[in-house]
């Protein structure tokens, strides 16, 4: 038999461990609740999407060959920006494929229009801004930059990202994006990039709620009045 004050010591325990870790266990439950309850893809903001972008062709390309680059070509790529031909070479420079122009960025009249194409003719442009660095935390982490951000006249404060150097539509956030970002970063416990499932502290919180579930079986050993029969029965044989 279990004695009284070991069974107290790990009552509280248990109770400690659960006030300590109870905040974490809610935001799990609840980060868990709203993944199950959502949609991805309205996550990632397709509802705000074009569904139907029409493909454009182009005839009297110059050839790639003709292009005066400072590096050999290992990639290329064909691109339509705002309407015109370009070539994505190496993946750092746009050249206009008609006439072979490097062209060092796009211009916000440019960014508009590609932003025009990709997102939903329901929605109206309130503003266009140029970010040149973001932090850690910033929606458009780890994305190509510099950008411009369209914002859009929308309940949920409608964002779209589009990379200056290429012109390429790059993401839609909005914010029931920023809510799952959010609780993501709660429920992987990282701080920083979101998706490292391998932080100490998500191992250690792992560890203490293994703990504390143990310690609520044992709790429950120690203390079951139904335990306490069975053994003193056993004794009695």
């Given at each position: 038999?279990?004695?009284?004050?070991?069974?107290?010591?790990?009552?509280?325990?248990?109770?400690?461990?659960?006030?300590?870790?109870?905040?974490?266990?809610?935001?799990?439950?609840?980060?868990?609740?709203?993944f199950?309850?959502?949609?991805?893809?309205?996550?990632?903001?397709?509802?705000?999407?074009?569904?139907?972008?029409?493909?454009?062709s182009?005839?009297?390309?110059?050839?790639?060959?003709?292009?005066?680059?400072?590096?050999?070509?290992?990639?290329?790529?064909?691109?339509?920006?705002a309407?015109?031909?370009?070539?994505?070479?190496?993946?750092?420079?746009?050249?206009?494929?008609?006439?072979g122009?490097?062209?060092?960025e796009?211009?916000?009249?440019?960014?508009?229009?590609?932003?025009?194409?990709?997102?939903?003719?329901?929605?109206?442009?309130?503003?266009?801004?140029?970010?040149?660095?973001?932090?850690?935390?910033?929606?458009?982490?780890?994305?190509p930059l510099?950008?411009?951000?369209?914002?859009?006249?929308?309940?949920?404060?409608?964002?779209?990202?589009?990379?200056?150097?290429?012109g390429?539509?790059?993401?839609?956030?909005?914010?029931?994006?920023?809510?799952?970002?959010f609780?993501?970063?709660?429920?992987?416990?990282?701080?920083?990039?979101?998706?490292?499932?391998?932080?100490?502290?998500?191992?250690?919180?792992?560890?203490?709620?293994?703990i504390?579930?143990?310690?609520?079986?044992?709790?429950w050993?120690?203390?079951?009045?139904?335990?306490?029969?069975?053994?003193?029965?056993k004794?009695h044989?």
């Amino acid at each position: 038999m279990v004695k009284r004050q070991t069974a107290i010591k790990i009552r509280k325990a248990h109770r400690y461990l659960g006030l300590f870790l109870g905040i974490q266990f809610l935001l799990w439950t609840v980060s868990g609740l709203y993944f199950s309850w959502t949609n991805i893809d309205d996550i990632h903001g397709d509802q705000f999407k074009n569904e139907n972008i029409d493909v454009i062709s182009f005839k009297d390309l110059i050839r790639p060959s003709q292009i005066e680059t400072n590096d050999p070509i290992q990639s290329l790529e064909l691109r339509e920006v705002a309407g015109q031909p370009y070539y994505w070479i190496n993946d750092k420079q746009l050249f206009n494929a008609n006439t072979g122009v490097p062209k060092p960025e796009i211009t916000s009249s440019e960014a508009l229009k590609i932003a025009e194409k990709n997102m939903s003719s329901e929605l109206k442009v309130i503003g266009i801004e140029k970010i040149e660095k973001v932090g850690n935390h910033h929606e458009y982490r780890e994305r190509p930059l510099p950008a411009y951000v369209v914002s859009y006249e929308h309940s949920q404060n409608v964002k779209a990202y589009i990379s200056i150097k290429d012109g390429s539509f790059q993401r839609v956030r909005h914010r029931s994006w920023r809510w799952f970002d959010f609780l993501w970063m709660t429920h992987t416990m990282d701080y920083e990039g979101r998706d490292n499932f391998n932080t100490i502290i998500l191992r250690v919180f792992s560890l203490l709620g293994l703990i504390t579930v143990l310690s609520g079986f044992t709790l429950w050993f120690v203390s079951s009045p139904t335990v306490r029969k069975i053994k003193k029965n056993k004794r009695h044989e």
